[in-house]
């Protein structure tokens, strides 16, 4: 089993910059990590991944804005998100996946004047 803690969510305002952690409770080496991203009413997405080789993919909508990156001896990934706009407002999940799925709590993020 392996819990997932997210933190670093907050209020920004548009063009502003924030740094998502999630810690991991035990190894997670070979496991994919990922970012996801859901507002009310709207399915859960993806926003990016990265392997234990680090290996990254983005969503169209945050290439060049946000990088996904984590630390394998502290079982931590991160997501820096630059250059944020309102459209980015959401809970932000993160996972963590081998053969089983695991998932945090979710932090917020909100984008706004």
């Known amino acids: 089993q392996v819990q997932l803690v997210e933190s670093g969510g907050g209020l920004v305002q548009p063009g502003g910059s924030l740094r998502l952690s999630c810690a991991a409770s035990g190894n997670i080496f070979l496991f994919i990590m990922g970012w996801y991203r859901q507002v009310p009413g709207k399915q859960r997405e993806l926003v990016a991944t990265i392997t234990s080789g680090r290996t990254t993919n983005y969503a169209d909508s945050v290439k060049g804005r946000f990088t996904i990156s984590r630390d394998n001896a502290k079982d931590t990934g991160y997501l820096q998100m630059n250059s944020l706009n309102p459209e980015d407002t959401a809970v932000y999940y993160c996972?963590?996946?081998?053969?089983?799925?695991?998932w945090g709590q979710g932090t917020q993020v909100t984008v706004s004047s």
């Open positions: 996972k963590a996946r081998r053969s089983v799925s695991y």
